[in-house]
């Protein structure tokens, strides 16, 4: 199964048909296919490898004005690039000596079955980790395109856990692993960012780093092998091969396809020699503090297409992601904390933004893969496209749109405080039950969740009017009135989500809905008053 010439990458073309690509073709025929088609850890892997091919065959872009001229010489670059290395062979899949991304002589005590490199989302309401666990045939045939497939994304996603004991030469693995193992794209549930352009072969190029931002995030110290070699040029020949081992965890191309598990398909007997591998550094959580006479030294950044946010007290990084408690919450609340660009201390977006993107809207992709907390299991797999104003990118055009999502959420407060006014007016026991209850706000919490959720639902399908708030910052006028149709919006949405929740067919049921539809108006006009009072016209913020 070779990867250059044999078709196993699912794509869209441009005329909206489903087809099968190959690495050559994605970058001398990429104006043909409009997008990948796979599912979100599936894009990010294929995303990860494409984009390290293409870096390498370019030994750049250098810096920013050559980023800008990077999709002129691309196609070429790779075109000379991949058939330099297939003929040395290192893009078979199933080669004897040097197999695409495996360990050649990996042992173990027995073959894994492969369905453990397919991942699953919740079954039945029962999480699982992969395939292996959710179907009852554990030993599933897979074609070789699949298989091409699913090899990347299990060393991208796969989480820590129990593996196989395996031995490779002198080195044995162990067979526990922990959260600690996660490999590199899967910890945190957290989201991936990516540009998406007019069609595949330009979605690749303007997600390409410049060497000047690699730099900046990736070299530490005097380490001069920060841009590095992807792992097929320099594959470590042993467990003890310390030049390969530091170029595949710690250079920018090494690690963009990671060896976080060490994998070798055993294709007559239906399975793999699977066990942990390499132990990545990942982002460093916690924000040092200098002493007298004392200089920090870089921490190590997160991935190129994550986001990073701080804790509330500012002394942790925190990755973004789907939260535990909060799988539902849309991606778009959180838009503006995720467009910011990283600093020097890996606060901030994905690395692309500080590309010099053209001055108008364009595509973000956001995919993550939702494990379940502290555990190996995967409970959704997201993805989401959102059309962003370039004003997006600079501090005012950030401040007007999460003063947007913080109204919904005041809101979607006012809302929660209306219901419960319903409530205690319907049920006289109501307050006794909160004070009974051992967690007062989940018992609130599930009282407000049906009104809420219908609220969040009707004001997503509004979202765009947000941006249009950015957009229009500059022209007062316009401004003006953009902010009124979105403040009608969510009053309007909180009005029908209220009448939803809240019956009145009794006459107790009737005055207990006038109550609490009159603390949600009340509460809505004061608020509106105080806005007005302290409006400047869109002048500055």
């Not at 494409?50 to 750049?60: E, F, H, R, S």
């Amino acid at each position: 199964m070779n990867l250059v010439t044999e078709p196993w990458i699912p794509v869209v073309t441009t005329v909206g048909k489903p087809d099968f690509a190959n690495l050559m073709q994605v970058f001398t025929e990429g104006d043909k296919f409009a997008d990948l088609s796979v599912r979100p850890h599936e894009r990010v892997a294929l995303m990860r490898l494409l984009i390290c091919i293409a870096q390498a065959a370019l030994d750049g872009p250098s810096d920013k004005e050559d980023w800008k001229e990077a999709p002129k010489k691309m196609s070429e670059a790779a075109r000379k690039y991949l058939t330099v290395w297939n003929n040395k062979e290192v893009f078979e899949l199933f080669h004897p000596k040097k197999p695409f991304l495996q360990i050649a002589d990996l042992e173990s005590n027995g073959l894994t079955p492969l369905n453990y490199m397919e991942f699953a989302p919740t079954l039945n309401g029962n999480p699982t980790l992969n395939t292996y666990f959710a179907d009852g045939n554990k030993n599933r045939s897979f074609l070789d395109a699949q298989i091409a497939l699913m090899l990347p994304t299990f060393l991208c996603f796969s989480t820590g856990g129990g593996l196989p004991i395996t031995t490779w030469g002198i080195k044995k693995t162990k067979q526990v692993g922990s959260e600690n193992h996660d490999a590199l794209c899967v910890t945190g549930s957290m989201y991936h960012l990516f540009i998406r352009s007019q069609n595949l072969f330009e979605t690749v190029a303007i997600n390409l780093l410049p060497k000047t931002v690699v730099e900046r995030h990736y070299r530490r110290g005097g380490d001069d092998e920060y841009w590095g070699k992807p792992v097929w040029e320099l594959f470590p020949i042993g467990s003890n091969d310390v030049k390969a081992i530091q170029n595949a965890i710690h250079s920018y191309l090494g690690r963009l396809m990671p060896l976080c598990r060490w994998v070798k398909i055993d294709r007559k007997g239906n399975g793999m020699h699977c066990g942990n591998g390499f132990v990545y550094p990942t982002m460093e959580r916690k924000i040092g503090k200098a002493k007298q006479n004392q200089v920090l030294s870089q921490p190590w950044p997160a991935e190129p297409t994550a986001a990073v946010g701080l804790n509330s007290k500012k002394t942790e990084r925190i990755l973004l992601g789907i939260k535990p408690g909060e799988p539902d919450k849309a991606v778009w609340r959180e838009l503006a904390a995720l467009m910011i660009r990283r600093n020097e201390n890996s606060i901030g977006g994905p690395l692309a933004l500080q590309n010099p993107l053209p001055r108008s809207k364009y595509d973000i992709l956001v995919c993550a893969l939702h494990r379940k907390s502290g555990q190996q299991a995967v409970e959704n797999l997201f993805e989401s496209v959102y059309s962003i104003s370039d004003k997006l990118m600079n501090e005012n055009g950030r401040v007007l749109y999460e003063k947007g999502i913080t109204d919904a959420e005041w809101q979607s407060y006012s809302l929660g405080n209306a219901i419960e006014t319903y409530r205690q007016n319907l049920d006289s026991y109501w307050e006794q039950r909160k004070k009974a209850a051992s967690k007062p706000a989940i018992l609130k919490k599930l009282l407000h969740s049906k009104a809420t959720r219908s609220y969040w639902t009707a004001i997503e399908k509004q979202r765009q009017l947000l941006m249009s708030i950015v957009d229009a910052w500059g022209n007062t006028e316009l401004f003006d009135a953009t902010q009124k149709v979105w403040r009608t919006a969510i009053h309007k949405s909180a009005r029908e989500a209220y009448i939803s929740a809240c019956g009145q067919e009794t006459s107790r049921q009737i005055r207990a809905f006038a109550l609490g539809w009159k603390k949600l108006i009340m509460e809505e006009k004061n608020k509106t008053e105080i806005e007005e009072q302290n409006n400047d016209g869109g002048e500055e913020l």
